[in-house]
């Protein structure tokens, strides 16, 4: 398996009319994550995050795909 | 004073039997002569009902407000007589374009299912739509449009409404069945009810300007993040009729709108977006602040809120006066069956419960599209700036790239009109979805499906063997239901059917048509019921559902 890097979000049994919903709805539940947070408390959330995600993924070479990705064009 | 455009002035009028000694009494007046009440009023008037539009002003909207008219709304003026003249005067568009920094990253088409009258977008200064609407309603001689009447008292009561209104020649008392209240954003007659509408203000500011100029730009949609030439900020482009140019600058709430408004200021900015010396005249500046807001009930038992009144919304995908064209198309087939004793007036709760959830769809989008676009947080500005950054690469950051997700109708799949599906149907043409256009051949004429459905129940059944029995009876009820039969390319309607011809497939294709498949259309062209074969008796229970005859 590698990165998926296609759209890639559902919600199981939800049905989307606009191709854009499910993207929405993430961007949406991510960026309420952090409402009202100091930036070091987002930050803090925001490496949480990335551990729980790692874990969920498990497939070493998909993280290190994902790794290298988000340092391109710093 | 513009230079590509002068404003009419109308005459002040008053409606006739009114500002004598008896109080008289109308079936249906509307209040407020923007695009959303000349909507409601047109739609009224054709079907029948003598309508009152009263106005506090003489003219149409000034400068420049609403651009960008949606496909459904099109949709919709072309049911009511008003389609060609907007489309032709408008600059039609699909594509949008939206870059950061220096670089496209990504675009989207409208219009990806080509085969539809109408194109995604149109782009037209609000003042031309008024226009053409105040021609259409010339049409009709049930229509009386009372400019320089300003409603200044509402007293609703259980029979009829109570309404005073203030002239140059002094006040009058009118009484009338209904009353529909377009009133715009500020809503006067809100208040006078003591109705309350919740939400937020956005803490941001944005320049507009229309600028008047020669420029080989093609008709799209041009957003930008962070642009070189407006650091930090966002910026929009739109061209309009008459080479008249639309540009909005995100400025930061600390702005001062006075000092930005200046001409000394607005023309640099200008200068440096172009990035070249071409010549280009200032047609109108303004600088807006924008809320996201809705009543809680759109019905109050006689009194009706449509457009900005009963919902207001960021201009980011342009959903102001599209969703109040949608209002009003929602409710005045409602209207009319239960002024005429056809349908109890609980339908007309429908109407608040089915436009309330599009207003909740229409806030929800642009309030996502306002944060995305003007990020509150350090956190949620890096979120963006990263997804802008992955997005030159990645596709699915492409899908997270919101520069305003453009107005689109909701579908009313949750209403208590619709009649649940018993038969299996792939593709989104379910039981209140609004319908997808198709072309069609009727009679040997080409034409578009929608130009042909709408203003009344229809059952579209595709490729019938016979005559479907049961559609004379369907045709001679108090609430009429037309049989029309959809037939393949090539293919023949039964004997006294009438038929619109699936000349390219793609009516099959996007309602998912099977031999015998039945569609129950409502008048305002969704979709309330359907099944696998004609069976008259569903049909009879699916439109008193739809009807609240149930
Ligand atoms: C910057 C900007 C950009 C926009 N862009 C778009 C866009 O691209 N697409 C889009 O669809 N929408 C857009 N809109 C929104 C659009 O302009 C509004 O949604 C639309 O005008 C609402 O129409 P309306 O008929 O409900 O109200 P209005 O147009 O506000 O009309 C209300 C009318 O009621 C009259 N009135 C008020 N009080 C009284 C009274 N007491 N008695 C009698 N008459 C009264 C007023 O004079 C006015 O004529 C934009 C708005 C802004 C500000």
Redesign the interface.
Same mark, same amino acid.
């Given at each position: 398996m590698s990165l998926i890097t296609t759209p890639n979000f559902y919600k199981t049994g939800k049905r989307y009319f606009r191709d854009f919903s499910p993207n929405d709805d993430f961007y949406e539940m991510l960026i309420d994550t952090h409402r009202d947070l100091s930036d070091e408390q987002s930050n803090m959330v925001n490496a949480k995050l990335i551990l729980l995600l790692a874990n969920h993924i498990g497939d070493m070479d998909v993280l290190a795909e994902a790794l290298a990705a988000a340092r391109e064009d710093l | 004073m513009l230079k590509t455009y002068s404003y009419p002035k109308f005459d002040f009028r008053l409606p006739t039997g009114a500002g004598g000694t008896k109080v008289p009494r109308y079936p249906a007046v509307v209040v407020g002569a923007g695009p959303v009440g000349m909507a409601a009023a047109i739609d009224l008037a054709q079907q029948g009902v003598p309508v009152v539009i009263l106005d506090d002003d003489d003219t149409v909207s000034v400068g420049s407000r609403g651009v960008c008219y949606a496909k459904r709304a099109l949709e919709v003026l072309d049911r009511l007589g008003v389609g060609d003249a907007v489309v032709e005067k408008g600059v039609s568009w699909n594509v949008g374009r939206t870059f950061f920094q220096q670089e496209e990253v990504y675009n989207f088409n409208l219009k990806p299912n080509a085969d539809q009258k109408r194109p995604g977008m149109i782009n037209l200064q609000q003042y031309y739509l008024e226009e053409y609407e105040i021609d259409r309603l010339k049409a009709f001689d049930n229509v009386e449009l009372c400019w320089k009447n300003k409603v200044v008292g509402v007293e609703p009561e259980d029979d009829k409404v109570v309404v005073k209104v203030q002239t140059p020649d002094g006040f009058y008392t009118l009484e009338t069945d209904w009353l529909i209240v377009a009133d715009g954003a500020r809503s006067p007659i809100r208040s006078m009810l003591h109705l309350d509408i919740d939400g937020k203000i956005f803490m941001d500011r944005f320049l507009i300007a229309d600028v008047v100029m020669e420029a080989e730009f093609p008709p799209e949609r041009w957003f930008w993040f962070d642009p070189p030439f407006h650091p930090g900020q966002s910026v929009l482009l739109h061209r309009q009729s008459d080479k008249c140019w639309r540009i909005d600058f995100q400025l930061g709430w600390q702005a001062d709108p006075e000092e930005e408004k200046k001409p000394e200021n607005v023309i640099p900015r200008i200068k440096a977006m172009l990035g070249d010396d071409r010549p280009f005249e200032l047609e109108w500046v303004s600088v807006y602040t924008f809320q996201c807001r809705r009543m809680n009930e759109f019905r109050h038992g006689r009194v009706f809120f449509v457009g900005d009144c009963a919902h207001q919304v960021s201009p980011f995908g342009a959903r102001g006066a599209n969703s109040g064209i949608q209002d009003t198309d929602n409710l005045i087939w409602k209207l009319k069956l239960v002024m005429d004793g056809k349908a109890p007036p609980s339908l007309l709760d429908t109407y608040s419960a089915e436009r309330t959830w599009g207003a909740d769809e229409n806030l929800m +989008?642009s309030t $996502?599209s306002t944060?995305?676009i003007t990020p509150k947080?350090?956190?949620?500005l890096t979120?963006r700036n990263a997804?802008l950054?992955?997005a030159?690469?990645?596709?699915?950051?492409r899908?997270?790239v +919101?520069s305003g $997700?453009l107005s689109?109708p909701c579908?009313y799949?949750e209403s208590s009109l619709n009649t649940p599906d018993r038969d299996a149907f792939s593709g989104?043409m379910v039981p209140g979805?609004p319908m997808d256009d198709a072309s069609i051949t009727v009679a040997g004429e080409d034409g578009w499906l929608l130009d042909h459905v709408g203003n009344k129940f229809i059952a579209l059944v595709y490729a019938p063997d016979e005559a479907p029995s049961g559609a004379a009876e369907l045709a001679g009820l108090p609430i009429p239901v037309t049989t029309i039969a959809v037939v393949p390319a090539g293919a023949k309607a039964p004997q006294g059917m009438v038929a619109f011809e699936d000349v390219r497939g793609t009516f099959a294709k996007t309602y998912d048509a099977k031999p015998g498949s039945t569609w129950l259309l409502r008048p305002d062209q969704h979709v309330t019921a359907r099944w696998r074969s004609f069976d008259a008796a569903a049909i009879r229970a699916a439109l008193a559902r739809a009807t609240c005859n149930a």
């Amino acid at each position: 398996m590698s990165l998926i890097t296609t759209p890639n979000f559902y919600k199981t049994g939800k049905r989307y009319f606009r191709d854009f919903s499910p993207n929405d709805d993430f961007y949406e539940m991510l960026i309420d994550t952090h409402r009202d947070l100091s930036d070091e408390q987002s930050n803090m959330v925001n490496a949480k995050l990335i551990l729980l995600l790692a874990n969920h993924i498990g497939d070493m070479d998909v993280l290190a795909e994902a790794l290298a990705a988000a340092r391109e064009d710093l | 004073m513009l230079k590509t455009y002068s404003y009419p002035k109308f005459d002040f009028r008053l409606p006739t039997g009114a500002g004598g000694t008896k109080v008289p009494r109308y079936p249906a007046v509307v209040v407020g002569a923007g695009p959303v009440g000349m909507a409601a009023a047109i739609d009224l008037a054709q079907q029948g009902v003598p309508v009152v539009i009263l106005d506090d002003d003489d003219t149409v909207s000034v400068g420049s407000r609403g651009v960008c008219y949606a496909k459904r709304a099109l949709e919709v003026l072309d049911r009511l007589g008003v389609g060609d003249a907007v489309v032709e005067k408008g600059v039609s568009w699909n594509v949008g374009r939206t870059f950061f920094q220096q670089e496209e990253v990504y675009n989207f088409n409208l219009k990806p299912n080509a085969d539809q009258k109408r194109p995604g977008m149109i782009n037209l200064q609000q003042y031309y739509l008024e226009e053409y609407e105040i021609d259409r309603l010339k049409a009709f001689d049930n229509v009386e449009l009372c400019w320089k009447n300003k409603v200044v008292g509402v007293e609703p009561e259980d029979d009829k409404v109570v309404v005073k209104v203030q002239t140059p020649d002094g006040f009058y008392t009118l009484e009338t069945d209904w009353l529909i209240v377009a009133d715009g954003a500020r809503s006067p007659i809100r208040s006078m009810l003591h109705l309350d509408i919740d939400g937020k203000i956005f803490m941001d500011r944005f320049l507009i300007a229309d600028v008047v100029m020669e420029a080989e730009f093609p008709p799209e949609r041009w957003f930008w993040f962070d642009p070189p030439f407006h650091p930090g900020q966002s910026v929009l482009l739109h061209r309009q009729s008459d080479k008249c140019w639309r540009i909005d600058f995100q400025l930061g709430w600390q702005a001062d709108p006075e000092e930005e408004k200046k001409p000394e200021n607005v023309i640099p900015r200008i200068k440096a977006m172009l990035g070249d010396d071409r010549p280009f005249e200032l047609e109108w500046v303004s600088v807006y602040t924008f809320q996201c807001r809705r009543m809680n009930e759109f019905r109050h038992g006689r009194v009706f809120f449509v457009g900005d009144c009963a919902h207001q919304v960021s201009p980011f995908g342009a959903r102001g006066a599209n969703s109040g064209i949608q209002d009003t198309d929602n409710l005045i087939w409602k209207l009319k069956l239960v002024m005429d004793g056809k349908a109890p007036p609980s339908l007309l709760d429908t109407y608040s419960a089915e436009r309330t959830w599009g207003a909740d769809e229409n806030l929800m +989008n642009s309030t $996502r599209s306002t944060d995305f676009i003007t990020p509150k947080s350090k956190t949620s500005l890096t979120f963006r700036n990263a997804t802008l950054g992955l997005a030159r690469k990645h596709a699915f950051a492409r899908a997270l790239v +919101n520069s305003g $997700r453009l107005s689109v109708p909701c579908f009313y799949n949750e209403s208590s009109l619709n009649t649940p599906d018993r038969d299996a149907f792939s593709g989104d043409m379910v039981p209140g979805a609004p319908m997808d256009d198709a072309s069609i051949t009727v009679a040997g004429e080409d034409g578009w499906l929608l130009d042909h459905v709408g203003n009344k129940f229809i059952a579209l059944v595709y490729a019938p063997d016979e005559a479907p029995s049961g559609a004379a009876e369907l045709a001679g009820l108090p609430i009429p239901v037309t049989t029309i039969a959809v037939v393949p390319a090539g293919a023949k309607a039964p004997q006294g059917m009438v038929a619109f011809e699936d000349v390219r497939g793609t009516f099959a294709k996007t309602y998912d048509a099977k031999p015998g498949s039945t569609w129950l259309l409502r008048p305002d062209q969704h979709v309330t019921a359907r099944w696998r074969s004609f069976d008259a008796a569903a049909i009879r229970a699916a439109l008193a559902r739809a009807t609240c005859n149930a």
